[in-house]
């Protein structure tokens, strides 16, 4: 049965936040991405399928009609929807394992590597700021390469999750405690602050201490999803 | 003194490889990419500004001219061109200090992210295999940071750089002994594969042992600059 012009704006219009939000639902489309996230059994609301691919689907449609809704100037033969959810952070939940916590990381590949980093290193939650790059814009999806699946991750503003954190607090920066000085920390907080404007104003007043990268030359930053992944490199070799 | 169109056309001919070739020239468009090579004196051949641009120029341009050889649909008010300059690695160059060795890392934004961390890293040297992102291609320029005018970078088959290497060679891999065991080395090649690939099998052959860094969650694999840093800086730590 073709799809109705509705089913095609409808799906279309998912690329913009707005429409999103309004409606709850995200979109990814590519079969990687579609791949990765069946491997990781996320759970999809619809996956929209060309004879082309040959995974899993719940409506069948033709590769003009794929080119009516695709997201990308070259269609691709899977456009998979799932649903947006928001869990609340449970009270206390800070307090136990590692969090890493993005400060106003506002470019979505940034996001997506960073989301990978947090898997890679057993993170057990992710925050985001509200100025962050969108969890569900698919440019953060893809860039995950299927982590987006496998990580807890938590919208809100940071100052109102630290208020009663009871565990150090890490703040990357390029002035702080060299990291490889580190002492053990099981439970901690990292946040990482976006590369040009560094941790901001209203969650510095959270940050217990300020931890850097140890630098031997002359580039003046490091790109902030590496700083993430030595600060966690470097936590994990302690508390183990 | 108006541009000639065979002066615009020639301008605008640089965004292509074959172009820079045949010229032995690059080009870098925008504020803060000039900016940072003229921070770090690198030396520029020629600096085309509009009014707009308030430092250093060759050659007064208006907006208009500027737009018809500009790179960016967006003109920036600063156009320089440099000197593609090719110096051969001295005989045994690589016995001494740290190499970073890029193979077959095609992105160019993860090129130019791995000379800004051989930069931070202070990398004595930094190697790219043939297949790599162009070197003077300006997406590795810009993503740089600055760190293009300090690395000594050079492009050539990397098999031919290693025939006679003697300081030992890590290649990154998933398997591998843990970066965290890794004994003092202050002179050593890393070979960072792509992310796709892995190490090539013209490589293999040279690399004396091969290095992983710990995963402690479900991430298949970390992003090539990320798995850089990682080991930079954990043989940083160890070689001080």
């Known amino acids: 049965m073709p799809l109705t012009k509705a089913e095609i704006t409808r799906l279309r219009s998912l690329q913009e936040k707005k429409h ?6 995200f979109v990814v489309e590519g079969e990687k991405v579609v791949g990765e996230l069946l491997g990781a059994k996320f759970p999809l609301v619809d996956i929209y399928a060309t004879p082309a691919w040959t995974g899993a689907r719940t409506v069948d449609v033709t590769a003009d009609e794929m080119a009516r809704f695709s997201h990308y100037p ?8 799932g649903k947006i959810t928001r869990p609340p952070l449970a009270a206390g939940a800070l307090d136990r394992g590692l969090t890493l916590a993005l400060d106003g990381i506002q470019d979505p590949g940034n996001v997506g590597t960073l989301l990978r980093i947090a898997d890679w290193f057993a993170c057990d ?5 509200p100025d962050c790059a969108d969890l569900f814009s698919q440019k953060v999806v893809n860039a995950s390469m299927g982590s987006f699946a496998r990580v807890d991750a938590h919208t809100l ?9 009871k565990v150090p607090v890490l703040g990357c920066d390029l002035q702080g405690d060299a990291v490889h000085a580190l002492t053990p920390l099981r439970d901690a907080v990292i946040v990482i602050g976006s590369e040009g404007r560094g941790i901001s104003d209203a969650v ?7 931890i850097t990268i140890p630098k031997y030359g002359g580039a003046e930053s490091l790109n902030a999803a590496v700083a993430a992944a030595i600060v966690c490199d470097n936590l994990r070799r302690v508390s183990k």
Chains 1, 2 share one sequence.
């Open 20 to 25: 999103r939000e309004a409606a709850g639902l």
């Open 157 to 165: 503003p940071l100052a109102t999750a630290f208020a009663s954190v």
């Open 125 to 129: 939650r992710v925050l985001l700021s």
């Open 74 to 81: 070259t269609p691709a033969s899977v456009l998979a929807v």
């Open 204 to 210: 510095r007043p959270f940050v217990t201490y300020y």
